[in-house]
T-cell receptor, first 113, second 116 residues
């Protein structure tokens, strides 16, 4: 069975600094997708970034980038120049083709002014 | 573009009562998902519809939970009778298609259920 682990229940970062959220997963599949979702307090969950396992290049979306280590089954999210609006729960998620998305337990990130 | 709509936003009921949640996905989205998110955990898929057919309901407690998506558009999730452990946020999401290439899921605001 596929599992997703996020070992950091809570993290904090000073505004304008950089923070990295960790995620590991377990699967025997070779082709799959990895996601980071953001869930702000009392607001909708939105997709932050997506990585296809067959792509070696790490995905980047503005201030958000990932470090995808396929052999280690690791998928960390780096947030640069942290902003107050980045305060949220962050969920790492995993999906194989045509299968359901498996979410990790989440990391609560607080950006401190 | 209108997002995924859910109602009600909050619901408080006594155990053994019934409750229903409604979801209207983004127009044109064929796939609709219902998730249960217990406090401190990530969302867990309860049921997935492709148009008006069920794709995956393996984690739906079928003795008390039911869901339907008549006409392949909006959907209703029902709990009857509710238990204390059903207290959670129920999220609805939709995506354009089932294909992973287009499988970005768009989430609604959720319904927070408290069972007393």
């Amino acid at each position: 069975a596929q599992t997703v682990t996020q070992s950091q229940p809570e993290m904090s970062v000073q505004e304008a600094e950089t923070v990295t959220l960790s995620c590991t997963y377990d699967t025997s599949e070779n082709n799959y997708y990895l996601f980071w979702y953001k869930q702000p307090p009392s607001r909708q969950m939105i997709l932050v970034i997506r990585q296809e396992a067959y792509k070696q290049q790490n995905a980047t979306e503005n201030r958000f980038s990932v470090n995808f280590q396929k052999a280690a089954k690791s998928f960390s999210l780096k947030i640069s120049d942290s902003q107050l609006g980045d305060t949220a729960m962050y969920f790492c998620a995993f999906q194989t083709s045509y299968d359901k998305v498996i979410f990790g337990p989440g990391t609560s990130l607080s950006v401190i002014p | 573009e209108a997002g995924v709509a859910q109602s009600p936003r909050y619901k408080i009921i006594e155990k053994r009562q019934s409750v229903a949640f409604w979801c209207n996905p983004i127009s044109g989205h064929a796939t609709l998902y219902w998730y249960q998110q217990i406090l401190g955990q990530g969302p867990k898929l309860l049921i997935q519809f492709q148009n008006n057919g069920v794709v995956d309901d393996s984690q739906l407690p079928k003795d008390r939970f039911s869901a339907e998506r008549l006409k392949g558009v909006d959907s209703t999730l029902k709990i009857q009778p509710a238990k204390l452990e059903d207290s959670a946020v129920y999220l609805c999401a939709s995506s354009l298609a089932q294909s992973p290439s287009y499988n970005e899921q768009f989430f609604g605001p959720g319904t927070r259920l408290t069972v007393l």
